[in-house]
């Protein structure tokens, strides 16, 4: 069975710009999360999908979003770029929603804000 | 909101030592689970803790989740250079909160 797959895996995109990173899940899976990692901040929760329908958000700003197609591939976006916003964006993917599914992560997109 | 803390940040030990980490949540935990990071990896899910007071070995490796739900521990016997990377625990409550991570590093 083939695992998570992120696309990009590398982007450079300058300040202002607007990124859409891409995320497909293993097979039968239906809830995928999106997190960014930072040396300083870890592993920061964005948000959690299932069923086409966002079911949990972490503490970050509007300008990051996503969605989830009926296929339960998703996606999130970032607009208005920053150079925080430098990082790398794994997502995960698990059975159902929550406890007690382990969740499976992808190899990531490095995002760099310049 | 829910936090999750883990201590310590780093950890070098010699090879054949023992190493533990530990995860603190500021509310009751519904399980806990924990997470191994590769140097230029990603996160590898190593284990899921549910019931309060559980504990789970995997080899040189025990987990424990506490009676209250809101601290758990990981410990692995006899270290080697294959254990070297970044543990997380998750803690879910209402959505997944990673702890900061605990680097371990072996010296052969």
């Known amino acids: 069975k083939a695992g998570v797959t992120q696309t990009p895996r590398y982007l450079i995109k300058t300040r202002g710009q607007q990124v859409t990173l891409s995320c497909s899940p293993i097979?039968?899976?239906?809830?995928v999360s999106w997190y960014q990692q930072t040396p300083g901040q870890g592993l920061q929760f964005l948000f959690e999908y299932f069923s086409e329908t966002q079911r949990n958000k972490g503490n970050f700003p509007g300008r990051f979003s996503g969605r989830q197609f009926s296929n339960s591939r998703s996606e999130m976006n970032v607009s208005t770029l920053e150079l925080g916003d430098s990082a790398l964006y794994l997502c995960?993917?698990?059975?159902?929603?929550?406890?007690?599914?382990?969740?499976?992560f992808g190899p990531g997109t490095r995002l760099t804000v310049t | 909101g829910q936090q999750v803390m883990q201590i310590p940040q780093y950890q070098h030990v010699q090879e054949g030592e023992d190493f533990t980490t530990y995860c603190n949540s500021s509310t009751t935990l519904s399980n806990i689970q924990w997470y191994k990071q590769r140097p230029g990896g990603h996160p590898v899910f190593l284990i899921q803790l549910v019931k309060s007071g559980e504990v789970k070995k995997q080899k040189r490796l025990t987990f424990q989740f506490g009676e209250a739900k809101k601290n758990s521990s990981l410990h692995i016997t006899a270290t080697q250079t294959t254990d070297v990377g970044t543990y997380f625990c998750?803690?879910?409550?209402?959505?997944?909160?990673f702890g900061a991570g605990t680097r371990l590093t072996v010296k052969p």
């Open positions: 995960a993917s698990s059975l159902g929603q929550g406890a007690p599914y382990e969740q499976y």
């Open positions: 998750a803690g879910l409550n209402n959505d997944m909160r």
């Open positions: 097979s039968g899976h239906r809830s």
